[in-house]
C-alpha cells in the first residue's frame, strides 16, 4: 500500500465516511477496545516476542493482526511503528484506525512529540481509506492544539505529506461550503487568532498553507 506524494493530493475524500462512524477514541481506553480476543498478548513474554520479532524479523510479521496487537502494548509500540508502516497499515482495517485514533489522541492530551512522530511515520505510508481519515485526523489536530501541530509540521517542509493534507483539509472546506458553513467561519476565525499570536515561522508556514489551499480568510 504505497503512494506518491503527487498522487496524495487526488485522493478520493468520500472514504473517510466509512470510518467517521467510529469517532475519536481516548488513548486511556484502551483496554475498552472491541478488538478480536485471537489479536490480545496475553502475557509479558508474548509481548516480548511479538517487539523482538517486528524489530529484527519483520517479515515474519502476520499483517492482518499487528495493528490489533500492537493497540494492546500501547504507547509501548513506537519503535514498531517507526520500523513496519506499511505492514501495519495492511492490517485489519478497524485496528489500523483505531490505532491512528489512539495515537492523535495521546498527542493531543500530551503534546508529546514522540506520538506526532508516530502519527508522522503512518501518514508517510499511508493511502486509499486510511490517507483519507489521516486528512480528518490532521485537521483535528489543527483545530485542538494548533500552535504544536503547526511547530511540528512547519519543519517537515512545504511538501511533506503532513503538508499536503493540511492543505487538503483547508481545500474540501473551501470546495464544499454547504457541507462545511459552520466550520469554516469557526476556520477563520481560528486562523485570524493564530496569525496574532504564532512565531514567525509557524505564521509564514500557515500563511502559506492557507494560499495553496485557496481557503478564504474571510
Not at 58 to 71: E, F, I, V, Y
Not at 147 to 152: I, P, V
Request: overall charge negative; aromatic content about 8%; some cysteine.
Amino acid at each position: 500500500m504505497c503512494v506518491s506524494i503527487v498522487g496524495l493530493l487526488s485522493l478520493n475524500l468520500a472514504g473517510c465516511s466509512d470510518a467517521k462512524h467510529q469517532g475519536l477514541i481516548r488513548s486511556d481506553t484502551v483496554n475498552q477496545y472491541s478488538v478480536d480476543s485471537k489479536h490480545q498478548l496475553d502475557t509479558p513474554d508474548q509481548r516480548v516476542e511479538m517487539r523482538d520479532t517486528a524489530l529484527n524479523e519483520p517479515d515474519k510479521l502476520d499483517s492482518t493482526s499487528l495493528a490489533c496487537r500492537l493497540l494492546f502494548i500501547f504507547p509501548d509500540s513506537s519503535e514498531i511503528i517507526r520500523k513496519n508502516e506499511r505492514v501495519i497499515l495492511s492490517g485489519d482495517d478497524h485496528c489500523v484506525l483505531q490505532l491512528l485514533d489512539t495515537i492523535v489522541a495521546a498527542y493531543v492530551s500530551s503534546r508529546n512529540n514522540k506520538y506526532m512522530t508516530m502519527f508522522d511515520s503512518l501518514c508517510q505510508a499511508s493511502d486509499g481509506y486510511v490517507a483519507d481519515y489521516m486528512n480528518d485526523l490532521s485537521g483535528r489536530l489543527f483545530v485542538e492544539i494548533p500552535e504544536d501541530y503547526l511547530a511540528y509540521t512547519s519543519r517537515r517542509g512545504k511538501d511533506n505529506v503532513l503538508t499536503l493534507l493540511l492543505v487538503q483539509f483547508f481545500e474540501l472546506r473551501k470546495e464544499n461550503y454547504e457541507s462545511y458553513r459552520g466550520e469554516r467561519k469557526d476556520l477563520q476565525d481560528k486562523i485570524r487568532y493564530l496569525m496574532t499570536t504564532l512565531p514567525a515561522r509557524e505564521k509564514q508556514y500557515l500563511r502559506s498553507i492557507i494560499r495553496r489551499s485557496g481557503f478564504p480568510e474571510q
